[in-house]
């Protein structure tokens, strides 16, 4: 991929998070699309349809280097842009998810929504279906 460059640069104390279960080593201070880069990571996510995405602006602006994140101490994964996320000791990364279908991966999508019965708090499944209309008598 590209190299590292160090000449002449102070880098932030290391620190260690994880990305789709493997340990990785970044610098704090780092983004982490710079740690995700650095470790060759080139799908931070997929589109609905399937197709890789990767971070186009890298300034927060087009919302393409989302990942999933937990913060640490934290099993709750959140998405967040990477571009302006700073690395911090201890977190969990997941890239290449789908954003349509996080539940692939075994989370919510919606705060107060169970998995196994979305229905049940009125909300359309992400498989493409819709509420059901109630019938009329």
């Known amino acids: 991929m ?16 994880t990305v789709n279960d493997v340990p990785v080593t970044a ?13 060759e990571t080139i799908v931070f996510n997929r589109t609905h349809s399937g197709e890789a995405r990767a971070p186009f602006c890298n300034m927060g ?9 937990a913060r640490p101490g934290s099993s709750t994964y959140r998405w967040l842009r990477a571009c ?5 000791d ?3 990364v997941r890239t290449g ?13 919606r705060t107060g929504t169970r998995l196994d019965t979305p229905e049940e ?17």
């Open 2 to 17: 590209g190299r590292q460059i160090s000449d002449s640069i102070t880098r932030g104390p290391s620190v260690s998070l």
């Open 90 to 92: 201890g977190m969990a």
């Open 121 to 137: 708090d009125g909300m359309a499944v992400l498989t493409g279906t819709r509420p059901q209309a109630p019938e009329e008598a």
């Open 27 to 39: 610098c704090a201070g780092e983004t982490l699309a710079a740690a995700l880069f650095a470790n």
């Open 61 to 69: 602006t087009c919302f393409e280097c989302q990942v999933r994140v």
């Open 97 to 109: 998810m789908r954003l349509d279908k996080p539940e692939e991966d075994g989370m919510a999508v």
């Open 84 to 88: 302006v996320t700073q690395v911090e």
